[in-house]
């Protein structure tokens, strides 16, 4: 039976080059000679840093920038609270989106069982998998998920026969 898995999953390696082009850009930027501004990435996890909140402001739009031009799909960040360090110094948490959050996947298994098209769609972890007896539902789905849903970076990845 044919299916396919509905993910929102980043690509860690666009994203790592991203950072590392905006650290590049930040330490040769007229701007911000002098300053501690930086972006550091753990794991899912983004940490701007500036010497104040309009620095920090010109970090995240140069991140943004490098993202787009890299082809991140912007969408996949999350932007924390501003918090103070020493000073005045401001820091920025920003984490990365990773699988599908449980109500978005109760909101995506809606969508498709009141399609009223002949698909079943399971969760399976962070993951949403359609099943169905033919390939033109399942296409159908993957074109209603993507006009419904536009505010997470869905992908839609597996497809088996």
Avoid: H
Wanted: glycine content about 6%; hydrophobic content about 40%; some cysteine.
């Amino acid at each position: 039976m044919p299916s396919f898995d509905v993910v929102c999953e980043a690509d860690t390696v666009e994203i790592r080059n991203a950072v590392d082009q905006a650290n590049k850009e930040i330490s040769n930027r007229f701007d911000f000679k002098g300053s501690d501004s930086r972006v550091e990435l753990k794991e899912f996890e983004l940490t701007a840093f500036a010497d104040d909140d309009f620095k920090l402001g010109q970090v995240r739009d140069v991140l943004l920038a490098k993202c787009a031009k890299r082809g991140v799909d912007v969408r996949f960040l999350d932007y924390g609270d501003v918090q103070k360090i020493g000073g005045d110094k401001v820091k920025q948490a920003i984490t990365l989106r990773n699988g599908i959050a449980g109500n978005d996947a109760k909101r995506i298994v809606k969508l498709v069982k009141d399609s009223k098209l002949k698909v079943q769609a399971a969760i399976q972890g962070d993951t949403v998998r359609v099943t169905g007896p033919k390939r033109d539902a399942l296409q159908q789905v993957i074109a209603m998920l993507r006009q419904e849903v536009s505010e997470l970076p869905l992908d839609f990845n597996n497809f088996r026969d």
